[in-house]
């Protein structure tokens, strides 16, 4: 071991846990600072487009649904209904699709000693739930403008959904962005994938009109037990038997659980290359 290995060693056992909560929260916000800039043409105002482009991406489908005539399958809003397949849809497809490039996009910060590989997988996850939160207000201010009723009649099990699905999207998040760090290409795998995700989730389209054969095999998607959850949480009587939270739970604990593992065994390989 060298002189400053052993200084550096004694200086991680001598800082304290409140210096260390400090310093994550410094390099985190100086992460967040960085992507804002270098993502958003150079100026923090740039952050707005973030909660806009899931905006857009409902107003367009909701647009092309009210052209093609299309009809509520649960309830009597067509747009909260679409609204509540969406959101957790979205907040899972965005959040971890952004965080799977977020190593190979800040790569030169591995540069410094102080950041580490979670601190910057993390800020970009906060940044796009932060992103995500404003999105869902401004949906919600839409909604509530053209006379919709936005709010769950369970706002506990409502919340539980997006709590959980924010926990699979940092999970999968963590294991998109350790393998595109040593595999650049996974992220064009990763992205055709959300494609397939989010088709079979059933935001876009009510899966129960199909034969229980297809609803069987996309019940595999953890995405799809999120979209059920939370319209369950919004419509009293809504058909629930192909739900299963503890399958969502088990996705989201498990791709948390198997995200760190990775980062601890592949630290080395990642900052070597």
Request: aromatic fraction near 12%; charged fraction near 10%; glycine fraction near 6%.
């Amino acid at each position: 071991m060298t002189v400053v290995d052993g200084q550096q060693r004694r200086y991680r056992t001598s800082i304290t846990f409140k210096d260390a909560l400090l310093q994550k929260r410094n390099v985190m916000h100086a992460v967040i600072l960085r992507d804002i800039r270098s993502r958003y043409f150079n100026h923090g105002l740039g952050f707005l487009l973030v909660p806009m482009m899931p905006v857009f991406h409902m107003g367009f489908l909701l647009t092309v649904y009210s052209v093609m005539g299309r009809q509520s399958a649960f309830g009597d809003d067509l747009r909260v209904f679409f609204a509540t397949g969406l959101i957790p849809a979205m907040m899972f497809m965005y959040v971890s699709r952004f965080m799977s490039i977020s190593l190979l996009a800040n790569k030169s910060m591995m540069a410094f000693p102080v950041v580490r590989l979670l601190d910057i997988v993390l800020a970009r996850a906060a940044l796009e739930m932060a992103g995500m939160i404003l999105s869902i207000g401004v949906m919600f201010v839409i909604l509530l403008s053209t006379g919709s009723d936005p709010y769950p009649f369970d706002t506990a099990q409502a919340l539980d959904v997006m709590l959980t699905v924010c926990v699979l999207a940092i999970g999968m998040g963590i294991i998109a962005s350790i393998i595109a760090s040593i595999a650049p290409f996974f992220t064009t795998v990763y992205g055709l994938t959300m494609a397939l995700t989010y088709v079979t989730s059933g935001a876009p389209i009510y899966l129960h009109a199909f034969p229980e054969q297809v609803i069987s095999i996309v019940s595999w998607n953890p995405i799809f037990h999120a979209v059920e959850w939370m319209r369950s949480a919004y419509y009293l009587g809504y058909p629930t038997q192909w739900l299963s939270k503890g399958y969502l739970l088990g996705w989201a604990l498990g791709s948390v659980s198997c995200g760190l593992i990775f980062e601890r065994l592949l630290r080395t390989t990642i900052l070597k290359r």
